[in-house]
């Protein structure tokens, strides 16, 4: 198994570069718009969404970001770095974001990096590909604005909402990992599945790793007031903290499952085989005096009184029928038969 970044550059070639959404919280009216107009669009009291994909164009619309005031340039440098860790920022003029994403492609394990800038008058989102979470908040954000939206961080809250949900859901292909592994392991399992519950076991340790970094910045968001997160919007994101425990709880739940089949399936291995070695003890010990008696008459002097008594052979195997007969009734009330 392996853990590689997202890179869906073919699936973007035929997206635009940049997307600008300009969004009015007072009539509730929104518009696309260009880049060049964001900073009328701010003087004007509205907000915009400025989407921007990092490798188009040769990154450069992302430099204009950066001409116009909108992203510093230490943060663009961040964001073409491509370090999947979530993290969280503060500058004078506006605050930076870095939440990851995280994708199961059969037992491939993708990370998927989100930059988020949020000023005064704009939010700025840089991405390699489209995140899944960020698709979603696309598709439903216009709606929640004109329905709830009644400051700029509603977009904040909508980024955090879907990237959650986005974790809670593969969380739970997780879990029904763990629960095929789990099932195998009751069966007659191969040695491939060792294979796979290290791997699995891998994951999820990476897994936490990638979601433990948002409670420490959904908590810094809810608890440090900022011009750029409403008062609002602090409580919802303070909420969110709850649900970021459970999915790390889950987690862990998800790992000592998946720690216990297997040492519940190699404490029946072990069982098993003491079972058989239990019964290879009795053949032994029952053969072993039988042994003895075939090597004692088995040597080669040229005395040995009894093999000159016609009843001597019969005499041998009822001595051996009785010792072999007296060792299995001592077993058997032992309970070792």
Known sequence: MSIQNQDNSAKDSDRPAVSVMGLD????????????????????????????????????????LVAQGLCPPDVLDHARAQEPAIQFSRYEQCIHLVLVGCKLNGDVFNLERLDVVISAHAMVTLHRGEPDFLRGVKREYLTDFVRHAASPSFLLYELWDHLLDHFASVQKSFEDRVVLVQQALAGS???????????????????????????????DLSIRKSAFVSEASQGF???????????????LVDRDILSDSLNNYMSMVAHNTNKVMSKLTVVSVIFLPLTFLCGVYGMNFEVLPELKYEWAYGAFWCVVITI?????????????L
């Not at 009328?40 to 921007?52: L, Q």
């Not at 007969?325 to 070792?336: A, E, K, Q």
Request: charged share 25%.
């Open 25 to 64: 919280f007072k009539t509730k009216a929104y518009a696309p718009m260009s880049l060049e107009q964001v900073h009328d669009a701010g003087r004007s009291g509205k907000f915009c969404w400025v989407d921007v994909h990092l490798d188009a164009d040769g990154g450069a619309p992302a430099d204009a």
């Open 189 to 219: 399992p191969d040695e491939s599945i060792f294979r796979d519950a290290s791997g699995l076991g891998s994951q999820l340790l990476h897994f936490r790793k990638v979601v433990l970094p948002a409670r420490s910045v959904l908590s």
């Open 237 to 251: 994101l303070g909420n969110m903290v709850g649900t970021v425990e459970r999915i790390l709880q889950d987690v």
């Open 324 to 336: 072999a007969l007296s060792l299995v009734l001592f077993m058997r009330r032992i309970r070792m």
